[in-house]
């Protein structure tokens, strides 16, 4: 299983920061890479990036500049931060996996809504 | 704009077949495989279809995928009221090196 948390308000031009804590199982396991992907309000899904437990990660050309994600292994979490953020960036953000051999995204977490607004 | 083209609606009545198209370029659809999500109202998408046409354990076998050069269709046949939803093609994309979605269908059963 996997659970997003985070803030659900950020002010214009600040950094959103969400991790996702896996459960049921190791992050390490290295059957997975650990995604963010996010929908805008009535829009569809937007995969943002992925890391692997390695920490190599993966990003959408079009974030790349404002995104880091991060891994903690310790904690069995990974991270996103999206920097100068707008009210574009307003979307639910899912963490899921993206399965290594099979390429789909399954599990996914429940989704969180982040609100950029002042 | 999604590189994936989908319809932005769908819509059939208890029992009919509809699909949904989902048109690509050989960046994605038409090198990769493709996958099909359904996202029920409120949750988060489900995996549906994998591989252009496997349906993992569990979905029922009324759900089914195809694909063809660039393009590639979900259909659902014997149309349930529980079916409507929102449906996402997918497909990794060469150009992007990373996986895209498609824009989403509305799937409305009447």
């Known amino acids: 299983q996997l659970q997003e948390s985070g803030p659900g308000l950020v002010k214009p031009s600040q950094t959103l920061s969400l991790t996702c804590t896996v459960s049921g199982g190791s992050i390490s396991n290295g059957g997975y890479y650990w995604s963010w992907i996010r929908q805008r309000p009535g829009k569809g899904l937007e995969w943002i990036g992925h890391i692997y437990y390695s920490g190599n990660t993966f990003h959408n050309p079009s974030l790349k500049s404002r995104i880091s994600i991060s891994v903690d292994t310790s904690k069995n979490q990974f991270s996103l931060q999206l920097s100068s953020v707008t009210a574009a960036d307003t979307a639910v953000y899912y963490c899921?996996?993206?399965?290594?051999?099979?390429?789909?995204?399954?599990?996914w977490g429940q989704g969180t809504l982040v609100t950029v607004s002042s | 704009q999604s590189v994936l083209t989908q319809p932005p609606s769908a819509s059939g009545t208890p029992g009919q077949r509809v699909t949904i198209s989902c048109s690509g370029s050989s960046s994605n659809i038409g090198s990769n495989y493709v996958y099909w999500y359904q996202q029920l109202p409120g949750t988060a998408p489900k995996l549906l279809i994998h591989r252009n046409n496997q349906r993992p354990s569990g979905v029922p076998d009324r759900f089914s995928g195809s694909k063809s050069g660039t393009s590639a269709s979900l259909a659902i046949s014997g149309l349930r009221s529980e079916d409507e939803a929102d449906y996402y093609c997918a497909a990794w994309d060469d150009s992007l090196s990373g996986p895209k979605f498609g824009g989403g269908t509305k799937l409305t059963v009447l």
């Open positions: 899921a996996g993206y399965t290594v051999t099979d390429n789909w995204f399954d599990p």
